[in-house]
DNA sequence: AATATATTTTAGTCAAGACTAAATATTTTG
DNA sequence: CAAAATATTTAGTCTTGACTAAAATATATT
């Protein structure tokens, strides 16, 4: 019997696959932090989401999660709907990238597969949403990444922003605010190596931005 | 505290409204057939809405049920979702008037407000669904229908199809390829009383129908 | 290596919303 | 109008996915 893929499953599956892209293991915490539910909560998820058939995820007390096959196929498909969403809202209702985010997450879990078909073809199958993030191809792959945090470049390095990896409205604002949007060229200027603040110029102004800005801004070097 | 609107409560809502539109109370098997769920679990559910605060419905054991007022706005709001996303995926996606209802089955729990305002907008405000029926107003007042079913009219009458109440995809196909759709001028040409058969005249075609069929079409006499 | 701290798991509860089976009420009919 | 048929309610159960409190394990610090 096919494992239904409930709401929260769903989340689950999609978190995982955000934490564990760079090949680390999703710890119960972090993903307890991040579903704003108990770390007792996800425990009880893991394990059954670990003993369904097929297994959703690879599971040893203690280590954290990754996910199978079958359940990166189902992350996939749901962070496929939630950027197509955010793209479309965008295009077509006059959404700006700070207020998408919300609504696509609610969104993406009831859109059908003829849904998706249609707003993907509508926009002509773009390629990343709002926020420059990838979008993964309708037979679920995960298009290479060519970009590196902003946060490892040093003073010298100049960079074209690919995305933002954020969904707090205020923090989108303050950067569209900046400029600091994908397409925009920055150049590092100085770098303050206690804080690992970097002093970013766009244009004529120049900002200092923090690390946990710096980390969520991923840039082509250029 | 004001109680959760879940999917489930909302179905409920939507469905004693369209059953009791007409005065009647809802019973709890009609309740149970609409909503692919057993009369038990109606009765359980129907009473959680009567003891809820604000209570949602008025109910005494074996007497059906109603909508109190707030129960009341909260299934126009439903519906009013409903029927802007049958006419926003019609307009925008190229969905056809078969298709719509399932997927804007599961997008009406869960848009949001700012959603609803923009899709009215961006169609204009449109007072009516690609079936016909009626949107209830932004501020839920569910528009006066001046309409009859077909079903009531008798050879001599002629009228001005206002809306189908039908959603079952095959039915809806059936009406279209005979032209019977929203706007579509008939004229009654006969009536057979004990099968209740009508037979119906548009343009240059006719053809018999069925109380099931000619009670579901609602029709302007002119 | 021993202890302190942080993380994770287990065990037991809860609420929502369905279900079945049995009891009761209402309606229809001979 | 009483029996039969139909409709509804009650009582008890199940699954999902949370929660808290307590126990177990892992990691960090002395
Ligand atoms: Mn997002
Ligand atoms: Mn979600
Ligand atoms: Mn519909
Ligand atoms: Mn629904």
Partial sequence: MEQTLTNSIQDYLKNIYE???NGESASTNALASRLNV???SVTGMVQKLASAKPALVEYQKH???TLTDDGKKAALEVIRHHRLLEAWLVQTLGYTWDEVHAEAEKLEHVISEDFERRIAAAMGHPLRDPHGELIP???LQMPLDDS???SSLRPGQFG???YVKASEAELL???ENLGLIPGADIEVKDHSPFDHNLTIKMGRKSVVLGLNITSKIYVKES
Same sequence: chains 1, 2.
């Fill in 63 to 65: 280590q954290g999660v």
């Fill in 38 to 40: 108990k770390p007792a």
């Fill in 19 to 21: 934490l564990t892209e």
């Fill in 173 to 175: 604002r303050y950067l």
């Fill in 160 to 162: 074209k922003i690919e």
């Fill in 137 to 139: 191809t309708a037979d």
């Fill in 148 to 150: 590196t945090p902003l």
